[in-house]
T-cell receptor
Framework: AQSVTQLGSHVSVSEGALVLLRCNYSSSVPPYLFWYVQYPNQGLQLLLKYTTGATLVKGINGFEAEFKKSETSFHLTKPSAHMSDAAEYFC??????????FGKGNQVVVIP | DTGVSQDPRHKITKRGQNVTFRCDPISEHNRLYWYRQTLGQGPEFLTYFQNEAQLEKSRLLSDRFSAERPKGSFSTLEIQRTEQGDSAMYLC???????????FGPGTRLLVL
């Protein structure tokens, strides 16, 4: 069954520093991969997705992610953290039967 | 495009009571999904519809849970005889057919006392 692993539930980053959130997936079929962001007491907002084609995917708010099949990874990065990036981030893989399987999430804290 | 909406946003109920939540998807989306999210966890799939047909149910969806989408537009999720373990955020999402991204609503936060 398809699944994702996100390590480190809490990630602290200084304002202006690189944001790096790691996601590794397990899938028996070519995966569709997603990153979502969730602000307190809100639903999930799609940041970016990978389906096929170019392995470097650019999303909203300056985020990007790179699909690396050899490493079964889909890490999320942003060159310079902003205070507004403080939120919870979820990596997800779409299974063959249309459901999304989510990781446990990373709570990002931005330190001024 | 008004996005996915859910009602109510918050619900407090006593154990044993029944509750019903509503989800209105993005108008042209024919797929609708329900997920449950507990504190500190990612969302977990419950069920999904294509038009009015319920095509898959997770084993998380016990017999106290029922979901409907009678006209292929809005959907309702009912929980009968609520238990404290049902306390969670219930998220709805919608998408176009295969390959479409899922867009989430703001969720309904349920607290069972």
């Amino acid at each position: 069954a398809q699944s994702v692993t996100q390590l480190g539930s809490h990630v602290s980053v200084s304002e202006g520093a690189l944001v790096l959130l790691r996601c590794n997936y397990s899938s028996s079929v070519p995966p569709y991969l997603f990153w979502y962001v969730q602000y307190p007491n809100q639903g999930l907002q799609l940041l970016l997705k990978y389906t096929t084609g170019a392995t470097l995917v650019k999303g909203i708010n300056g985020f990007e992610a790179e699909f690396k099949k050899s490493e079964t990874s889909f890490h999320l990065t942003k060159p310079s953290a902003h205070m507004s990036d403080a939120a919870e981030y979820f990596c997800a893989v779409e299974t063959g039967n249309n459901r999304l399987a989510f990781g446990k999430g990373n709570q990002v804290v931005v330190i001024p | 495009d008004t996005g996915v909406s859910q009602d109510p946003r918050h619900k407090i109920t006593k154990r044993g009571q029944n509750v019903t939540f509503r989800c209105d998807p993005i108008s042209e989306h024919n797929r609708l999904y329900w997920y449950r999210q507990t504190l500190g966890q990612g969302p977990e799939f419950l069920t999904y519809f294509q038009n009015e047909a319920q095509l898959e149910k997770s084993r998380l969806l016990s017999d106290r849970f029922s979901a409907e989408r009678p006209k292929g537009s809005f959907s309702t999720l009912e929980i009968q005889r609520t238990e404290q373990g049902d306390s969670a955020m219930y998220l709805c999402a919608s998408s176009l057919p295969t390959g479409g991204s899922q867009y989430f609503g703001p969720g309904t936060r349920l607290l069972v006392l």
